[in-house]
Every structure is written in C-alpha cells, then in structure tokens.
C-alpha cells in the first residue's frame, strides 16, 4: 500500500487515538518505574544491582537464556527443514505443535516439570537432580521459548526454492555442502531473528522457571524471579532497579531485532 | 550409445507418471522431449539427473549404471527453468561452484570461468549478483555453471519458459550453436514445438508417462505413426477412410473418393485409417482439372485469416450425404497471399479440394 | 502453514532423512508431547469425578471464569485498537513513525513480571491515579481485574498490529486507487475492499492474543495478587494451588486451561485452512 499524507481531520483524530493509546498503555508505565528506581538518585540503583544475590540471578539468566539459544537453535533448524522439506503422515500436526508452546501458561510447563522430574515424578532421576534444580529450569525455558526459530526459518526456507538445492546437488555438493554453501547463507539473517527472539524470550521468563526450579534463592533464582521476592519482601528499590535492569536489556534486544528486521530483499529473479 | 533408459517407471500417489519407457539417445546428439504439461517430460528428466528416484527400471549414462546414484555422482549438467542460480553468490561463485565442489584450483576455476563467460557471451560479468541480471542472461549463467565441469550429459528443463519470445529464440540459437561446438549428448524437455523442431536432431514425443514415437523431426512433422503426434506437431487434417489393396476409400466427404494407398503403409491393409494432411499440403482450386493432387470434394470457404505471411483458410466439405454435415469436414489450407488473391477466394465461396501429400494413420478407436 | 508438497531426495539419501526427522520427532517430542501427557494424566489419576469436583471448586470455577472474561475483553480492544494502528502505519506518513514501528515490539521482549511491577508502580493505590480510581470512584485498578486487562492489553500490544500489518501492506495499491477511482469514499473502501481482505489477519491475531491470555501469569500474579475470587486468574490459582501441594485441583484446573487453550489454537488454524481452501 502507497503512503499518504495526513490529510483532514479524521486522520488526524485516528492517529492521535493511536499514539496516545500506545503512550497510555505502553509509555507511562515505562517511565513510572524508571522514575521510580531512580527516586533515590543512581547510586542507590546501582547498589541494588550490585547486590551478590542479584548477580548470581542475573548469571542465571543468561546461562539459561545461552543454554536454551544454542538448542533451539540447532534443534529448531533440524524441525524446520524436516517440516519444510519433507512429507510424512501427520505432519500438518507435527506443524501445529510447533506453537504449542505459545499457549502453554508457563505455571503449567512448570509444573508439568516437576510432575516429570521430582522425587515421585514419571521419569524421577537417581543421579543427578533435574526438579527444582537448573536442569529443569533448563528445560522449561527450552520450552517457552521453542517456536521462534523454526518459525522464523521456516518461511525463508520455503521461499528458498528446492530447485536451488537440486542444482547444488546436480553440480555435485552433497546434502551438507549444499546446506552449508546454498542454505545457510540465505537463511542467516532468520535464523539470526530467530536466536535474538529465543534469547528474549527466554529471559523474560519466570513462571516456568520459578515452578520448576522451585525458585529457591541463590540457587534456582533468575532475575525475574529476583524481581518477585523483592517485591514480596518490601524492597522496592531493589525490585525497580532489576525491573529497569531488565527493561534496558529488552531495549537493547529490541533495537538488534528491529535492526536485523530489516533485512535485504533479494529481488527473487524467478 | 550414451543415454539408455530400460523401462523406466514412476509412480506419483499409484498412478504411473512414466510408463515403462525406454529410449536410447546417442552420443552428441541433441534429443528433445516433447510433450505437454503433465505428460511426464520433466519428471522423467528428474529421474534421469537422479533428482528423483525411480521405481522400475534402469537408467545408463556413458556405459554406467547410475540407477541407485544420487545426482552428486551422476556427472550431469541440469538447467531449471527459472534458473536457480544460487542468489547470493556472484556470477563467478555460481559458474565455479561445480568446479569447487570438485576441488579444482583457483586459478584454474578462474580460467575456465572466463572461458565460459566468452561462451555465453558475457565476458566482464564476474562479480555482478543475480538479482542484477536479466532473465536471459540469468539464464546463460545456469548454462554455464551447468557445463563448467564439463559434464557427460546436459539437461535442460524448458528452459526458455520463462522468458520473451525474442530472448527466447537468441538463447536457442545460441545454445544450439554451443551443444554442436561442445559435441555433449543433450536432452531439453519442451511443451513448444517449434523449439523442438529448431533445436532436435531427434525429437521424443511423450504424453500421458508413455514415449509415443521418436524420430527425427521433418520424418515426425510428415510422417507421424501416432494420432497425437500428428496433432501435437502442428495443424493436422484428418478425414476417415479405410485402406484397401492399393487404394484407400474415404468415408467422407463422399464414399466415391479414393486415394492411392501411399508406400509403407501396407500394415494398415484392411484397416480403419485416418488420412492425414499437413495445411500447406492442400490444394484448393476453382475447378476440378486444375487440381493437381489427388482430389477429394468439393468445399465452401468458412474463414479466412491473415497471418503474416500466409493465409490460414478453413474450408467446409461438402458431403454428398448429407448437405448440412458437421464440423468434421472442415480442412485447414495454408496459402500464400498470391494464391489466395489469385483463386479469388472469399466466404462462402465454392471451391475443389485436392492433396498435395498426405500419410495414412491408425484411426483411433 | 504452507505445506508444499516436498519431492523426495535419492534413494541413497533415506537413511539420512530419517535421521533427521527422528532428531526433529524426539526434540518435539521431549519437550511438548511429554509434558501433555503427563499433565492429563494426572489431571485424570484420580477418576473422572475428582476432576470434575476439583474443577469446579468455587474459587476454581472463579479464577477460570475471570481468565475467560478479562482476556476477551483485552482481546477485543486488542483487535480494535490494533487493527487501526496496524492501518494508521501502513497508510500514513508521519514524523516519528520508523520509532514507533520499533516501539510495538516493545512488550514481546519486556519481561511480562516487569510489566506487571510497572503497573503496580503506575495505578497501585498509593498513586495519584490508582488512589483517584479507587477511592473516588470505587474502581481499583491494581489488584482487581481492570489491573489485570490493562497487564493483558501492554502483552498482547504487539499480536494484532504484526498479524495485520503486513497483510496490509502486501494489498496492492492499485486496489484502494480503483475503488476511489469507482468513487468510493475512504470509509467505503475501507469497509468493502480493505477490511475484508485484512479480516481473518485480524481474527487469527484476535484469537493467538485470547488464547496467549488465558495462560498469562508473571504479570497477572504481581497485578492482581493471589485473592481468591476476587482477582485470581486460572494461572495464579494454579500457582497457588501447586505451592500449597493440592495436586489434584493444579492438575484439573491445567487440563481446563490447556484443552481451552488448545481448542482455539486448532480453530484458528482450521479457520485458516478453510480460507485458504477456498481461495
């Protein structure tokens, strides 16, 4: 669709609906608590920051965001190519499970964790302990954060024609070169989007994680999860600077997507 | 020889796609396959790069057996019609990929892609990207890539269609001359069969999965075994008859017309035959001694249609059964303008029919 | 999804087919097939009967029914609101716009706990307006439900705006120019060219951010608190229910909100099927 200009009242009132709407809901919380953490002046912010407990969440954080990055990541690939490549019965249902996760409350993949794992669980572990311990917050955040890569791939994989493949394979490259030589390079970009929004994701959990690592302090506490006992236990100060922590975070994440959003358009010849 | 295929069969969700077909192309020759969409040329052509398995069958390439062969190892040059070059590699990157693959030097992948640039005519294009081609010459880039390492057999899945006709008919002549200069055994599949005809040193014409007759062109356009051939060929005239002795007796227009039986057509004896005439084979007349072919009946002109450099006329028999028979008498005649302006021809005019040459078919059931 | 039907690869290339597949079978498998059957397993270990009682436990039946209800509502402002953004974007130049565009990913990568902290922060009853809206006029905001359709609507924000956005912006403009030059005005053309083109964009948008709602918690749990009753979400009693060791109602009340979940899930996806089918 062609831009226009704004032009006559309506527009107008539509537009200023829009934006204030959008400021309402979305700006004016952000600033109250940027405000609000830095009331006391920064130097109390980054005292909270600081704090041992708070580093050791954060360093939860992202170990666990790292962690379920790398496996989506490659396992997202292998679920993408398998759906956009191959056909077997079942696969529309195989495609749909891939969102699945989306309408997971994250309580319930927590829980579903601790139903596996713990100590009467389906599958409760003898040597190592996965409930109420990193390995199932591990798992958890692997699961909230499942879709995004293979979702991000699968559309630039599809649109990547087979016969690209098919050439490389006439000319000679077997099926890994071709994937390193012809696919990789066009899918990239995605795939990238796709690992930035899994990290995200990732770290902005906290029901999953907090039912399945049973969210003891120090030991199975992510940032998020720091940010609930804070506010439980009368600290706000100490709640609104990992808030804001968070919130720069996200920020910065969010200016990588957008950037990576606008990705190269190759002018398909075909 | 150098492509042999022993009953080659496909299935696509049980039903047949190819049909037990077998072919055997020779060393340097240009084949065309050609055929309709949906008559199973591409799938075949994909069965023979290995880019799809078959099912029964055998297929050899330069005296080997490359049936359970993936495409990596079957030496093959394929063309896809749109191309697919690989977009985000220049050129060059996409010509030497073959060559790359197959771990030549660097500096001998640089020579032969300048060597090929200068084949396809398009020398100092190195580092240019796809998307900033045309579709020609995209196209002469595939070509090349596909030949670089100098491949046993060149295939090539209509190729030219997508592209504007007049790029069209530059590409084939240029691919024409490059296979005779290259002397590689090349299978181009086609619906077009004017590319077949400009390009084949043997044509295959295949529908339905089935190889229906193979030969060389001008033998297949004039003298087709096959109903379908003669039709998918070019514009064919067939009018019902029975072959007898010598002589065949036509049904239509009149029962009272009898053709000489042509030579080699003695199996045909005592058959139902279609008798088959190209447009530019009849002959129409004012009178009935002016015609010098064999005469048929007489007939009213229908339509009459400027094409260039002929005129396309269609002509009504007239049966003496029935004045006001059907659409099956009606002739296609390819004239010159002279001889249309000459004879006078208009609507409704009455004219004699005669046949310059005509070849008998198997009428179909 | 698109399913192309894919041609298959050389024969000699099977094994390593299946190798794959298996590698992506027992990946799906691990982490969502398990973790479902499990959770109805449970929910239905006790007998059909206690499952129905424990869903339908007062405060149970309570938090499911508020779940159901403030996520329609932020779903139908969502698709309003998002919808005529999504539009005001695509069809408009105005300064600030390429920030703008960035700022609706926003609440996609904002911790959802975060959100819920801010709207604390913003509309608690401690504050000027959150004091105002309680106080005055008998309207809390935080810890009661319009505290939690307003933590619903900043999670959702993005949904509808990026489902119909680029609908929108494939549509041809020559589409729009035909209709104005067939004199439609914009609202016409809006009604009877664009919207119906943009119409099952928005409904699937609509529906993903309903059913994305129903299961939300790390900012419903800061909002609204944990009373029951009053402003206890599904999720939260869940939560509630697991921390105190009531297996058996978290387990009910799971498969409740997952077969919810689920159901508008497939239907979108069905919707979307048909729709395609018949274009």
């Given at each position: 669709?062609?831009?226009?200009?704004?032009?006559?009242?309506?527009?107008l009132i539509?537009?200023?609906?829009?934006?204030?709407?959008?400021?309402?809901?979305?700006?004016?919380?952000?600033a109250?608590?940027?405000?609000?953490?830095?009331?006391?002046?920064?130097?109390?912010?980054?005292?909270?920051?600081?704090?041992?407990?708070?580093?050791?969440?954060?360093?939860?954080?992202?170990?666990?965001?790292?962690?379920?990055?790398?496996?989506?990541?490659?396992?997202?690939?292998?679920?993408?190519?398998?759906?956009?490549?191959?056909?077997?019965?079942g696969?529309?249902?195989?495609?749909?499970?891939?969102?699945?996760?989306?309408v997971?409350?994250?309580?319930?993949?927590?829980?579903?964790?601790?139903?596996?794992?713990?100590?009467?669980?389906?599958?409760?572990?003898?040597?190592?302990?996965?409930?109420?311990?990193?390995?199932?917050?591990?798992?958890?955040?692997?699961?909230?954060?499942?879709?995004?890569?293979?979702?991000?791939?699968?559309?630039?994989?599809?649109?990547?024609?087979?016969?690209?493949?098919?050439?490389?394979?006439?000319?000679?490259?077997?099926?890994?070169?071709?994937?390193?030589?012809?696919?990789?390079?066009?899918?990239?970009?995605?795939?990238?989007?796709?690992?930035?929004?899994?990290?995200?994701?990732?770290?902005?959990?906290?029901?999953?994680?907090?039912?399945?690592?049973?969210?003891?302090?120090?030991?199975?506490?992510?940032?998020?999860?720091?940010?609930?006992?804070?506010?439980?236990?009368?600290?706000?100060?100490?709640?609104y600077s990992?808030?804001?922590?968070?919130?720069?975070?996200?920020?910065?994440?969010?200016?990588?997507?957008?950037?990576?959003?606008?990705?190269?358009?190759?002018?398909?010849?075909? | 020889?150098?492509?042999?295929?022993?009953?080659?069969?496909?299935?696509?969700?049980?039903?047949?796609?190819?049909?037990?077909?077998?072919?055997?192309?020779?060393?340097?020759?240009?084949?065309?396959?050609?055929?309709?969409s949906?008559?199973?040329?591409?799938?075949?052509?994909?069965?023979?790069?290995?880019?799809?398995?078959?099912?029964?069958?055998?297929?050899?390439?330069?005296?080997?057996?490359?049936?359970?062969?993936?495409?990596?190892?079957?030496?093959?040059?394929?063309?896809?019609?749109?191309?697919?070059?690989?977009?985000?590699?220049?050129?060059?990157?996409?010509?030497?990929?073959?060559?790359?693959?197959?771990?030549?030097?660097?500096?001998?992948?640089?020579?032969?892609?300048?060597?090929?640039?200068?084949?396809?005519?398009?020398?100092?294009?190195?580092?240019?990207?796809?998307?900033?081609?045309?579709?020609?010459?995209?196209?002469?880039?595939?070509l090349?890539?596909?030949?670089?390492?100098?491949?046993?057999?060149l295939?090539?899945?209509?190729?030219?269609?997508?592209?504007?006709?007049?790029?069209?008919?530059?590409?084939?002549?240029?691919?024409?001359d490059?296979?005779?200069?290259?002397?590689?055994?090349?299978i181009?599949?086609?619906?077009?069969?004017?590319?077949?005809?400009?390009?084949?040193?043997?044509?295959?014409v295949?529908?339905?999965?089935?190889?229906?007759?193979?030969?060389?062109?001008?033998?297949?356009y004039?003298?087709?075994?096959?109903?379908?051939?003669?039709?998918f060929?070019?514009?064919?005239?067939?009018?019902?008859?029975?072959?007898?002795?010598?002589?065949?007796?036509?049904?239509?227009?009149?029962?009272?017309?009898?053709?000489?039986?042509?030579?080699?057509?003695?199996?045909?004896?005592?058959?139902?035959?279609?008798?088959?005439?190209?447009?530019?084979?009849?002959?129409?007349?004012?009178?009935?001694?002016?015609?010098?072919?064999?005469?048929?009946?007489?007939?009213?002109?229908?339509e009459?249609?400027?094409?260039?450099?002929?005129?396309?006329?269609?002509?009504?028999?007239?049966?003496?059964?029935?004045?006001?028979?059907?659409?099956?008498?009606?002739?296609?005649?390819?004239?010159?303008?002279?001889?249309?302006?000459t004879?006078?021809?208009?609507?409704?005019?009455?004219?004699?029919?005669?046949?310059?040459?005509?070849?008998?078919?198997?009428?179909?059931? | 999804?698109?399913?192309?039907?894919?041609?298959?690869?050389?024969?000699?290339?099977?094994?390593?087919?299946?190798?794959?597949?298996?590698?992506?079978?027992?990946?799906?498998?691990?982490?969502?097939?398990?973790?479902?059957?499990?959770?109805?397993?449970?929910?239905?270990?006790?007998?059909?009967?206690?499952?129905?009682?424990?869903v339908?436990?007062?405060?149970?039946l309570?938090?499911?029914?508020?779940?159901?209800?403030?996520?329609?509502?932020?779903?139908?402002?969502?698709?309003?609101?998002?919808?005529?953004?999504?539009?005001?974007?695509?069809?408009y130049?105005?300064p600030?716009?390429?920030?703008?565009?960035?700022?609706?990913?926003?609440?996609?990568?904002?911790?959802?706990?975060?959100?819920?902290?801010?709207?604390?922060?913003?509309?608690?009853?401690?504050?000027?307006?959150?004091?105002?809206?309680?106080?005055?006029?008998?309207?809390?905001?935080?810890?009661?439900?319009?505290?939690?359709?307003?933590?619903?609507?900043?999670?959702?924000?993005?949904?509808?705006?990026?489902?119909?956005?680029?609908?929108?912006?494939?549509?041809?403009?020559?589409?729009?120019?035909?209709a104005?030059?067939?004199?439609?005005?914009?609202?016409?053309?809006?009604?009877?060219?664009?919207?119906?083109?943009?119409?099952?964009?928005?409904?699937?948008?609509?529906?993903?951010?309903?059913?994305?709602?129903?299961?939300?918690?790390?900012?419903?749990?800061?909002?609204?608190?944990?009373?029951?009753?009053?402003?206890?979400?599904?999720?939260?009693?869940?939560?509630?229910?697991?921390?105190?060791?009531?297996?058996?109602?978290?387990?009910?009340?799971?498969?409740?909100?997952?077969?919810?979940?689920f159901?508008?899930?497939?239907?979108?996806?069905?919707?979307?099927?048909?729709?395609?089918?018949?274009?």
């Amino acid at each position: 669709m062609r831009e226009r200009e704004l032009r006559g009242p309506l527009p107008l009132i539509l537009l200023a609906a829009v934006l204030v709407y959008a400021a309402v809901l979305l700006l004016a919380p952000m600033a109250a608590i940027v405000s609000s953490a830095f009331a006391g002046g920064v130097g109390k912010v980054i005292n909270a920051l600081l704090l041992p407990d708070v580093l050791l969440a954060f360093r939860m954080t992202f170990l666990l965001a790292l962690g379920a990055m790398l496996i989506n990541t490659l396992a997202g690939t292998v679920l993408a190519w398998v759906l956009v490549r191959h056909n077997f019965p079942g696969k529309r249902l195989v495609d749909a499970l891939v969102d699945a996760p989306f309408v997971f409350s994250p309580v319930i993949v927590g829980y579903a964790l601790i139903l596996m794992f713990g100590r009467e669980g389906w599958f409760a572990p003898t040597v190592v302990q996965i409930a109420f311990a990193w390995p199932a917050m591990l798992l958890a955040t692997v699961f909230v954060s499942l879709p995004f890569v293979t979702r991000e791939i699968q559309p630039v994989l599809a649109e990547l024609t087979l016969e690209q493949e098919n050439a490389a394979y006439t000319l000679g490259a077997n099926r890994w070169t071709t994937f390193r030589r012809v696919v990789v390079p066009q899918i990239w970009h995605g795939l990238l989007y796709g690992m930035v929004l899994t990290f995200a994701r990732s770290v902005g959990e906290f029901g999953a994680v907090a039912v399945a690592g049973g969210a003891i302090e120090r030991y199975t506490e992510t940032a998020t999860i720091y940010v609930f006992r804070a506010m439980h236990d009368r600290n706000p100060i100490g709640a609104y600077s990992v808030s804001v922590a968070l919130g720069v975070l996200s920020i910065g994440i969010l200016v990588v997507m957008s950037l990576l959003r606008r990705r190269p358009s190759h002018t398909a010849a075909d | 020889m150098s492509i042999l295929l022993e009953n080659v069969t496909k299935y696509y969700e049980r039903q047949a796609v190819v049909k037990d077909l077998s072919l055997e192309i020779e060393s340097g020759e240009f084949f065309v396959l050609l055929g309709a969409s949906g008559s199973g040329k591409s799938t075949l052509l994909r069965l023979i790069a290995g880019l799809i398995p078959l099912d029964k069958g055998r297929i050899w390439l330069h005296g080997r057996d490359v049936t359970t062969l993936p495409p990596q190892q079957r030496n093959t040059g394929f063309v896809f019609q749109n191309y697919s070059l690989f977009q985000h590699m220049t050129v060059a990157q996409n010509i030497e990929f073959g060559l790359d693959v197959r771990r030549v030097s660097r500096q001998a992948r640089r020579q032969r892609v300048a060597e090929l640039l200068r084949l396809i005519d398009l020398e100092g294009y190195e580092h240019r990207m796809p998307s900033q081609l045309s579709g020609g010459q995209q196209q002469r880039v595939a070509l090349a890539r596909a030949l670089a390492y100098q491949p046993e057999v060149l295939l090539l899945d209509e190729p030219f269609g997508a592209l504007d006709a007049r790029i069209r008919v530059q590409l084939r002549q240029n691919l024409r001359d490059i296979q005779k200069r290259l002397q590689i055994t090349t299978i181009l599949v086609t619906h077009d069969q004017e590319e077949a005809f400009e390009l084949a040193d043997r044509i295959g014409v295949i529908d339905a999965g089935e190889l229906l007759e193979v030969g060389e062109p001008s033998a297949l356009y004039r003298r087709p075994k096959n109903r379908f051939t003669a039709t998918f060929l070019g514009n064919a005239n067939l009018l019902r008859g029975q072959r007898n002795g010598s002589k065949v007796y036509l049904e239509q227009p009149s029962e009272e017309v009898t053709l000489a039986a042509p030579p080699n057509t003695e199996h045909l004896s005592g058959q139902p035959v279609d008798i088959f005439s190209r447009p530019e084979e009849v002959e129409i007349a004012l009178s009935r001694h002016e015609l010098r072919g064999q005469l048929i009946g007489q007939a009213i002109v229908q339509e009459m249609t400027f094409a260039g450099p002929l005129e396309k006329v269609c002509v009504q028999l007239q049966s003496d059964r029935d004045r006001n028979k059907s659409s099956d008498l009606i002739i296609q005649v390819l004239l010159s303008p002279d001889e249309a302006r000459t004879l006078g021809l208009a609507r409704g005019k009455q004219v004699w029919v005669g046949l310059k040459d005509y070849h008998l078919l198997h009428a179909a059931v | 999804m698109n399913a192309i039907a894919a041609p298959r690869g050389p024969r000699s290339g099977r094994w390593g087919s299946w190798g794959l597949r298996l590698a992506a079978f027992s990946y799906l498998g691990l982490f969502i097939v398990v973790p479902l059957v499990v959770i109805s397993v449970q929910g239905f270990r006790d007998g059909l009967a206690t499952f129905v009682s424990s869903v339908t436990k007062p405060a149970a039946l309570s938090a499911i029914g508020l779940t159901i209800w403030t996520a329609a509502v932020m779903a139908v402002i969502n698709t309003i609101m998002g919808t005529l953004t999504a539009y005001m974007l695509v069809s408009y130049r105005f300064p600030g716009k390429a920030l703008f565009n960035m700022l609706i990913d926003l609440p996609f990568a904002i911790p959802s706990l975060v959100t819920g902290v801010m709207l604390v922060l913003l509309y608690g009853p401690q504050t000027a307006i959150g004091g105002f809206f309680e106080k005055r006029l008998g309207f809390p905001i935080v810890f009661a439900p319009p505290g939690i359709v307003l933590a619903l609507l900043f999670i959702s924000y993005p949904f509808v705006i990026r489902t119909v956005q680029p609908v929108l912006m494939q549509m041809e403009a020559n589409q729009q120019e035909a209709a104005h030059t067939l004199g439609a005005s914009p609202w016409t053309t809006f009604r009877r060219v664009i919207f119906p083109t943009i119409r099952p964009a928005i409904i699937t948008g609509g529906l993903l951010s309903f059913a994305r709602a129903m299961g939300e918690f790390g900012s419903v749990i800061v909002v609204a608190g944990n009373i029951p009753m009053r402003s206890q979400t599904a999720a939260v009693y869940i939560y509630g229910q697991i921390e105190s060791g009531s297996t058996q109602a978290a387990s009910g009340v799971s498969v409740v909100l997952l077969f919810l979940a689920f159901t508008i899930t497939l239907s979108v996806d069905f919707f979307l099927r048909r729709r395609d089918a018949r274009t």
